[in-house]
T-cell receptor
Framework: GENVEQHPSTLSVQEGDSAVIKCTYS??????FPWYKQELGKGPQLIID?????GEKKDQRIAVTLNKTAKHFSLHITETQPEDSAVYFC???????????FGKGTTLSVSS | GAVVSQHPSRVICKSGTSVKIECRSL??????MFWYRQFPKQSLMLMAT?????????EQGVEKDKFLINHASLTLSTLTVTSAHPEDSSFYIC?????????????FGDGTRLSIL
């Protein structure tokens, strides 16, 4: 089955810096890669996603890139703000309607 | 606003109690919902896939008689933790996919914090 590795486990940046979180997946059949932000005591919130027919997607300060050949995908947050501090999870999924397989999460801390 | 509602948000009860958690899809019908469990500082682990009108599919190592899942309608799935023990204490989260959305992202509820004394 699918296995998702996520790095780093913790990331500390200064406000205004960029943050990059990287994930790899094992199942070449996976074609959907979402990123979730989870704040303490809450469920994960979808922040951006990408499908295997796209190499890059951007939404304001957040971007995701996908390298299908290498089975890598990354989350890029620019101009970080303290409110970006949270745990971020990457995930991978075979075709729509199936369960997500999550990475272990990255705790991002943005200090002002 | 929230598209998946989960209730209750917090449960504290004695060992041996059975606890029911509800997951509702708001504004859309979900033929499939998913139940995850998350221990402190860990990732979400899939427990089971809840299918409307049929039996749930459980992941390896998850006891189906311990974690009863009922998906009786297109907007509601319930997870019942039977005869709960302290080791069942965890954060339980459900998700659902809106088949009407073009890219079908999964939306998560806000979770249920279960504490067994």
């Amino acid at each position: 089955g699918e296995n998702v590795e996520q790095h780093p486990s913790t990331l500390s940046v200064q406000e205004g810096d960029s943050a990059v979180i990287k994930c790899t997946y094992s199942d070449s059949a996976s074609n959907y890669f979402p990123w979730y932000k989870q704040e303490l005591g809450k469920g994960p919130q979808l922040i951006i996603d990408i499908r295997s027919n796209v190499g890059e997607k951007k939404d304001q300060r957040i971007a995701v890139t996908l390298n299908k050949t290498a089975k890598h995908f990354s989350l890029h947050i620019t101009e970080t703000q303290p409110e970006d501090s949270a745990v971020y999870f990457c995930a991978a999924s075979p075709p729509a309607g199936t369960a997500l397989i999550f990475g272990k999460g990255t705790t991002l801390s943005v200090s002002s | 606003g929230a598209v998946v509602s989960q209730h209750p948000s917090r449960v504290i009860c004695k060992s041996g109690t059975s606890v029911k958690i509800e997951c509702r899809s708001l504004d859309f019908q979900a033929t499939t919902m998913f139940w995850y469990r998350q221990f402190p500082k860990q990732s979400l682990m899939l427990m089971a896939t809840s299918n409307e009108g049929s039996k749930a599919t459980y992941e390896q190592g998850v006891e189906k008689d311990k974690f009863l899942i009922n998906h009786a309608s297109l907007t509601l799935s319930t997870l019942t933790v039977t005869s709960a023990h302290p080791e069942d204490s965890s954060f339980y989260i459900c998700s659902a996919t809106d088949p009407g959305q073009p890219n079908q992202p999964q939306h998560f509820g806000d979770g249920t914090r279960l504490s067994i004394l």
